[in-house]
């Protein structure tokens, strides 16, 4: 928990004003775009809330009741002009607590991503930054909601800038990349604390090409990949070639063939043969199947990618299993949520994706859905790890209900020695993990909606820990206005821990929110 500060209000100011110039100066030049929508859309909110909680602390054993008033403006800027185009996501929110003043606090959010073409179709530069509040222990106090004071959370950081060319030999049809990817995670507090930073540098070429075979294409890869820690460092490298043969224009298949080196396991380089196949099947424009298999250092590795959308469903399945190195899942995105759902089905009836960006955060807004929570939290680890992830997920909108549901697991398998005291696996060496997440939201009125959302999360370890977190909330959300939206919500937590100390609780809550755009 951080008291809130003059240097958080200069970074917000500086943030603010910065994309607003930015975006100011690429909307200018971009002067040819069409008048029914500006090229870079900038909308700025603010919202307040008021919530009532008999348990402001949950897993300490004296339980306190009090009222928590947040503030917390935000901005939301997507689009493209000139050669940039990006998407971003801020808010700041500020904590006052009635009764317990000394835990007043500010948590930053923050999810971006943003493209630039430096030299025409050959110099870029991709960005992506996220700022959010996670556990420090998958085994710790677990909450449903960021306002309460857990000391298992902190706010993560995490940053990735990669510049890149492309293009092609001469005149031929060999194609080239040439890319670099530094990646960076710190935290407030735990194991990736400031000055324990999480630091990975990517350095990969690609080439790709025909044959003379129209139907035969190729591939090769070369990637070298170094993680840099206070309690190990980590490196791997691979050269992989692939070839890769369409039999018709929805169904190509590939086979691949390389070697790789790395020291996840031990302190020692390991050099082995990796061998693998796949296929990319696409029978119409609105189902993708995509499976992956290969035979890597730690065992058989493998992707299944599977969507399919309707004009009133959208449906995902993956299953992966691949080796994770410290910090990268807080780099990554959180796979199918609500946003993606609904984003991915009305790819048809909104192609353009700035608009459809718009209507989908509409559509969550004012059906009071989370747009991209996560149904567990990440493992914080300095150990490179296996992971085995499955996840389920659907969306399904009609006339006056729209339902989500996503269901997840994994497997979690240490690699390696030299565990640090704040690592999860310092408690486990295997760590599985399952959740279970739900939305419905029922239109009353072309204004209103009511909203059931469900949340249980499951931690478990091989040494006994057993971490449970189950949420149910109902909220009632209506718009005031044309850019105005109050809510008013009831919720109930219960969490059950055995095996590491953490004491078990329940919350109930009464919530109000008001919020407006500009």
């Known amino acids: 928990m951080r008291a809130p500060s003059h240097k958080s209000a ?43 909680t008999d348990n402001v602390r949950p897993g300490l054993a004296d339980k306190r009741s009090d009222l928590i008033t947040s503030i917390a403006p935000a901005i939301h800027i997507d689009g493209k002009g000139g050669r940039v185009s990006g998407n971003l996501n801020f808010a700041w929110r500020q904590n006052f607590y009635a009764n317990e003043s000394r835990y007043n606090n500010d948590q930053m959010s923050l999810s971006a991503n943003g493209k630039a073409e430096l030299v025409e179709q050959w110099l870029f530069l991709d960005a992506l930054a996220s700022i959010a509040q996670h556990a420090n222990s998958v085994f710790g106090t677990q909450t449903a909601s960021n306002e309460l004071v857990n000391t298992n959370r902190a706010q993560t950081t995490s940053w990735q800038w990669s510049p890149y060319v492309q293009g092609y030999f001469g005149a031929s049809n060999v194609s080239y990349e040439l890319r670099y990817r530094d990646i960076r995670t710190t935290a407030d507090s735990g194991l990736y604390a400031t000055g324990s930073d999480v630091d990975t540098q990517i350095w990969s070429g690609h080439l790709a090409g025909g044959t003379p075979l129209a139907l035969l294409g190729w591939s090769l890869l070369a990637e070298d990949q170094r993680t840099s820690f206070r309690v190990r460092d980590t490196q ?49 424009e609105r189902t993708l ?15 299944i990618d599977f969507s399919h959308r309707t004009a009133l469903t959208a449906w995902k399945f993956v299953d992966t299993r691949s080796v994770v190195i410290p910090a990268q899942q807080f780099t990554t995105a959180p796979v199918s949520t609500a ?42 680890t300095a150990q490179p790890f296996i992971q085995r992830r499955q996840q389920a997920s659907v969306s399904l909108t009609g006339a006056n209900n729209t339902v989500t549901f996503t269901a997840q697991r994994s497997s979690n398998t240490r ?13 486990s060496q295997n760590i599985r993990q399952s959740g279970l997440s739900a939305s419905w939201a029922h239109k009353l009125s072309p204004l209103s909606n009511l909203t059931l959302n469900a949340l249980t999360s499951h931690s478990r370890g091989d040494a006994g820990q057993d971490a449970r977190l189950r949420s149910l909330s109902l909220l009632y959300t209506t718009k005031l206005g044309a850019r105005t939206t109050a809510s008013f919500g009831l919720r109930q937590s219960n969490y059950d821990n055995a095996g590491t100390g953490t004491a078990d609780y329940t919350e109930h809550a009464l919530t109000g929110t008001l919020s407006a755009s500009f």
């Open 415 to 427: 690699l390696g020695t030299g565990v640090s005291p704040l690592d999860d696996f310092a408690l």
């Open 289 to 303: 199947l995509k499976l992956a298999k290969e035979k890597r250092s730690f065992g058989d590795g493998h992707t």
């Open 236 to 284: 791997s490298s691979r050269v992989i070639g692939k070839l890769e043969y369409r039999l018709d224009p929805q169904f190509k298949v590939n086979v691949s063939a390389g070697r790789e080196s790395d020291n996840y396991s031990n302190y020692q380089w390991q050099h082995r043969t990796v061998t693998g196949y796949g296929l990319d099947w696409a029978p119409t």
């Open 10 to 52: 200069q970074l917000f100011g500086c943030l603010l004003g910065g994309l607003l110039l930015t975006a100011n100066t690429l909307a200018q030049e971009d002067a040819t775009a069409p008048a029914s929508r500006p090229a870079w859309l900038i909308t700025p909110s603010i919202s307040g809330s008021l919530t009532l």
């Open 339 to 380: 946003y993606d759902l609904l984003f991915l089905q009305l790819a048809s009836s909104i192609p353009d994706p700035v608009a459809r960006d718009q209507a989908v955060s509409a559509l969550l807004q004012s059906a009071g859905i989370p747009a991209n929570s996560l149904i567990y939290g990440n493992v914080v």
